[in-house]
């Protein structure tokens, strides 16, 4: 039988940013509906790498960037369960004097941001990590990020929402959307479901583009496919997350021993066709044993090491590599959060807290000016 859903705010879209929105909304009072193509955090928001770091981010995401620090210290009381978060530290590595001479000038551009950088010489790093090969020379730690587990925060946060009042439907491809005269009418034909709210939330991620282009506004998303993988359980060597200046193999070693990396692109499915965006993504082999060769010379505890499990996905790209947060400017009622680049992993929570801000109060208090879609314009 149809059905049909008045609601004070529609999501579409849930991963971490979708599902947080709706969290914070619901507990504010709000009556919220969240509609998921598939299941909640099973697109880019589950299959990142877990990296939570605020490291390397440029300075106008830093604000964000803290105040998702704050709340991933919070996870327990947010979500239900702590998603395997550790404050590991992370650690960005440089393989030339021209790669650390990069990382001591962000360290000085972000020093008031309270990240509380260490900048390390071969000597400190080597002292510090003797586990680290003879590529690098250097690099910064930032103590307090760290790395999660995007496969149970992710849908986490959607499960919370449920809790807390929200109406989250699973399965639910939004088939129509239109403007109406008093906010938007949303249909999904697979559900047999209408929705209709005067307040819009497009968290739809690689699809955000698309969404936005049937309500007549122009985003410029484009989809990009991480390369990542996982190795048997190896004995602990690797005590924080890495990353790499200028590109290349991240890392992690979780708990169980298993080695999760990323780098590199996977191949999207199918490669050709009417679609705009694949809806999923391959890895591809040659390219696994390059990023794992990569990652064996930085790490000689992994020479030798075997890869149980390769995944790709589909991620939300800008021009900029800056994600697109806040207010339509052409469609009042409707609010964008994607795009963020194969980044948005440790700042999904404040966004979803900043949504619930714009809904609730029309502003924000942490500043995303610089995240405008206008900027494109």
């Avoid at 650390?100 to 972000?110: F, I, K, T, W």
């Avoid at 946060?157 to 949303?186: C, H, K, Y």
């Avoid at 249909?187 to 307040?199: C, G, W």
């Avoid at 995944?311 to 900029?320: H, I, K, L, N, R």
Wanted: with cysteine; proline share 7%; glycine share 12%.
């Amino acid at each position: 039988m149809s059905r049909l859903i008045e609601a004070d705010v529609a999501i579409v879209g849930g991963g971490i940013v979708g599902g947080s929105a709706a969290l914070f909304l619901a507990r504010a009072g709000k009556k919220v509906v969240l509609l998921e193509r598939d299941r909640c955090g099973s697109r880019a928001s589950g299959v990142n790498y877990g990296g939570v770091r605020r490291q390397g981010r440029a300075p106008q995401q830093l604000p964000l960037a803290q105040r998702s620090h704050a709340l991933w210290g919070q996870l327990p009381d947010l979500i239900g369960e702590d998603g395997e978060y550790v404050r590991s530290g992370h650690l960005k590595l440089a393989r030339s004097p021209q790669d650390m001479a990069v990382l001591e000038a962000y360290a000085a551009q972000v020093a008031d941001y309270g990240l509380g950088l260490q900048l390390l010489s071969a000597h400190e790093l080597r002292q510090m990590f003797p586990m680290i090969g003879d590529k690098a020379v250097g690099g910064s730690l930032c103590p307090e990020d760290g790395h999660a587990n995007p496969r149970l925060v992710s849908p986490a946060f959607s499960r919370a929402a449920t809790a807390a009042g929200a109406t989250i439907i699973e399965g639910a491809p939004v088939s129509e959307v239109e403007q109406t005269s008093s906010g938007f009418r949303l249909r999904s034909v697979a559900q047999d479901l209408t929705v209709t709210a005067p307040v819009l939330l497009n968290c739809a991620g690689a699809w955000s583009g698309a969404l936005a282009a049937r309500l007549g506004e122009t985003l410029p998303i484009s989809a990009a496919h991480p390369l990542m993988a996982v190795t048997e359980p190896l004995p602990a060597f690797l005590p924080v997350s890495i990353g790499v200046e200028g590109g290349g193999v991240y890392g992690r070693q979780v708990t169980r021993g298993n080695f999760i990396f990323g780098g590199g692109r996977g191949i999207p499915h199918p490669v050709s066709g009417n679609a705009p965006v694949p809806d999923f993504a391959r890895p591809e082999r040659g390219a696994l044993v390059n990023l794992l060769q990569q990652a064996a010379e930085l790490f000689p505890d992994l020479a030798g090491a075997t890869i149980i499990r390769s995944w790709s996905g589909v991620e939300a790209y800008t021009p900029d590599h800056e994600p697109i947060i806040g207010p339509s400017s052409t469609i009042p009622g409707l609010f964008h959060a994607c795009g963020f680049s194969g980044a948005g992993f440790q700042t999904g929570p404040a966004v979803g807290a900043v949504l619930a801000d714009l809904v609730m109060s029309g502003q924000s208090v942490t500043p995303i000016a610089a995240f405008s879609a206008d900027r494109f314009r």
